[in-house]
């Protein structure tokens, strides 16, 4: 597509729940990044993707959080057990590679709320 | 260990008059500088970025940003503010690795 496609554009979960975010990165985009924002903050790092694989997920908070990318486009984030805490959005960036000098391009963001 | 500072969480100028974000950035080795802007309900964009090429790199919209490394900055500039530039801003820096590590942001204001 022409940008990073992010699903839902909105969330709103209970405590407690298990939520998936879909995100669709530009094609032939062979990187993949998932940010966390919160309100007031700049983006932090979650997850890395090169493909298939998760090059670095350092930036997961626990293991509560997970990330999949099965065919090396669409990734999926993925939270069990949601906390008040959680809430934030949840930015997708792709580059055309892996090399630190390209900028990234970033979807819209998933604004999670947990009630 | 890489950082960035963005010096002011919020910045206020008049329409037509001169911009200037500031940002201060740590790292070990050679960097790449990155800004973006976000506006509101919007996805990151990127204005502008240095990879170790000219020191004064120009972006979109007007945007310049100077790499200093003695001063281990990386400001950004716009001769002339336009109402549209209303928006929250942030420095980026990333050297090894693929992580982007962004400043908390300035928000820019223009008044008309």
């Known amino acids: 597509g022409a940008g990073v496609s992010q699903t839902p554009s909105n969330k709103v979960t209970e405590k407690g729940k298990y939520v998936e975010l879909r995100c669709d990165p530009i094609s032939g985009h062979t990187a993949l990044y998932w940010y966390r924002q919160s309100l007031g903050q700049g983006p932090e790092f979650l997850i890395y993707?090169?493909?298939?694989?998760?090059?670095?997920d350092s930036g997961l908070p626990n293991d509560r959080f997970f990330a999949v990318r099965p065919e090396g486009s669409v990734s999926t984030l993925k939270i069990q057990r949601t906390e008040r805490g959680d809430s934030a959005v949840y930015l997708c960036?792709?580059?055309?590679?892996?090399?630190?000098?390209?900028?990234?391009?970033f979807g819209s963001g998933t604004r999670l709320t947990v009630v | 260990a890489q950082s960035v500072t963005q010096l002011d969480s919020h910045v206020s100028v008049s329409e037509g008059t001169p911009v200037l974000l500031r940002c201060n950035y740590s790292s070990s080795y050679s960097p790449s500088l990155f800004w973006y802007v976000q506006h509101p309900n919007k996805g990151l964009q990127l204005l502008l970025k240095?990879?170790?090429?000219?020191?004064l790199v120009k972006g979109i919209n007007g945007f310049e940003a100077e790499f200093k490394k003695s001063e281990t900055s990386f400001h950004l500039t716009k001769p002339s503010a336009h109402m549209s530039d209303a928006a929250e801003y942030f420095c980026v820096v990333t050297q090894e690795g693929n992580q982007f590590y962004f400043g908390t942001g300035t928000s820019l204001t223009v008044i008309p």
């Open positions: 960036a792709s580059s055309l590679t892996w090399t630190r000098s390209d900028g990234y391009t």
């Open positions: 240095y990879t170790s090429a000219a020191t």
């Open positions: 993707f090169q493909g298939t694989g998760a090059a670095d």
